[in-house]
Nanobody, 128 residues
Framework: VQLQASGGGSVQPGGSLRLSCAAS????????IGWFRQAPGKEREGVSC????????HYADSVKGRFTISRDNAKNTVYLQMNSLKPEDTAIYYC??????????????????????WGQGTLVTVSS
């Protein structure tokens, strides 16, 4: 499966963006979809993930209440609605998918095992 992420851009603090991740195949063929991000000079971290089996979701503590992950099975697309953006949300955002569990480890969403399929990343810049 190939993943195409889009929707990144530049926004002022407090603004919103919606990221999209379109899969070339059926997302229901996989059990978990997630979003990761990597900020300059920092390690990659999980932002959110969703189970395609039961729809359960997990979020990093830093984005809870501001970000929402959702999916459109008919369009084979996953979204990340990001509201109340902060400068510390600046990062390249990657979508991932695999037959894995969507879980939380040390407060961060993860896919277990590590996902094999990654999108190309979309840059989100939050600054005034």
């Amino acid at each position: 499966v190939q993943l195409q992420a889009s929707g990144g851009g530049s926004v002022q603090p407090g603004g919103s963006l919606r990221l999209s991740c379109a899969a070339s195949g059926l997302i229901l063929d996989y059990s978990a979809i997630g979003w990761f991000r990597q900020a300059p000079g920092k390690e990659r971290e999980g932002v959110s993930c969703i189970s395609t089996i039961d729809g359960s979701t997990h979020y990093a503590d830093s984005v809870k209440g501001r970000f929402t992950i959702s999916r459109d099975n008919a369009k084979n697309t996953v979204y990340l609605q990001m509201n109340s953006l902060k400068p510390e949300d600046t990062a390249i955002y990657y979508c991932v998918i695999d037959y894995a569990a969507c879980a939380v480890v040390a407060g961060k969403p993860v896919l277990i095992p590590d996902p094999r399929y990654w999108g190309q990343g979309t840059l989100v810049t939050v600054s005034s």
